[in-house]
Nanobody, 119 residues
């Protein structure tokens, strides 16, 4: 069983930055596709970014130019650097791990970390 634990959320002013972390248990981290998703109040959960084991990334249009996803396979840790945060970025951010070939059946979610952007 893979366990994912997010951290780094909090309250920031518009234009501020946050760095989210996701610590993953187990030794399978290095080959799994990792990602960040978010869910704002009253809205569906949406993709923010994903990153493969080799570092290829996919980014939502809303995050391009502001967010950076990265991973440290040696530390089993996923990161999301968020800059130029705006109120519309307010959401619970979830870490996701997906098996590269059996992702439909093998995937895991973290508990989420709250990000609030407000003046």
């Amino acid at each position: 069983q893979v366990q994912l634990v997010e951290s780094g959320g909090g309250l920031v002013q518009p234009g501020g930055s946050l760095r989210l972390s996701c610590a993953a248990s187990g030794s399978i981290f290095s080959i799994w596709i990792m990602g960040w998703y978010r869910q704002a109040p009253g809205k569906q959960r949406e993709l923010v970014a994903t990153i493969t084991s080799r570092g290829s990334t996919n980014m939502a249009d809303s995050a391009k130019g502001r967010f950076t996803i990265s991973r440290d396979n040696a530390k089993n840790t996923l990161y999301l650097q968020m800059n130029s945060l705006q109120p519309e970025d307010t959401a619970v951010y979830y870490c996701n791990a997906r098996h590269p070939t059996q992702g439909a059946a093998r995937y895991y979610w973290g508990q989420g970390t709250q990000v609030t952007v407000s003046s």
